[in-house]
């Protein structure tokens, strides 16, 4: 199995930065693609970002894409997502998952319980 913890949600300005992490637990996190995702109050969860298990391969949103990049470390057995240039439709929990397989979007095996990010205007 996988744990997954997320860090660095907070308040931020429009225009602004910040950067999410994803620290996992257990040796094999290597072996999974991990996976953005956050959900507005009242929308459904929507996709943002995906890394595939040794960071070659990624995919954004478009609503993200030229503004957020998703990376990980597999020796620190953590995944990031930066986000630049905020907008207040940014606003949501964000979750990081991880999955045997990569995929944008869909269900991912295992999930983190989120971290705030709201945007003000």
């Known amino acids: 199995q996988v744990q997954l913890v997320e860090s660095g949600g907070g308040l931020v300005q429009a225009g602004g930065s910040l950067r999410l992490s994803c620290a996992a637990s257990g040796r094999t996190f290597r072996s999974y693609a991990v996976g953005w995702f956050r959900q507005a109050p009242g929308k459904e969860r929507e996709f943002v970002a995906a890394?595939?298990?040794?960071?070659?391969?990624?995919h954004y949103a478009d609503s993200v894409k030229g503004r957020f990049t998703i990376s990980r470390d597999n020796a620190k057995n953590t995944a990031w997502l930066q986000m630049n240039s905020l907008k207040p439709e940014d606003t949501a929990v964000y979750s990081c998952a991880a999955n045997t397989l990569y995929r944008v979007g869909g269900e991912y095996d295992y999930w983190g319980q989120g971290t705030q990010v709201t945007v003000s205007s």
């Open positions: 890394i595939n298990a040794y960071g070659g391969l990624t």
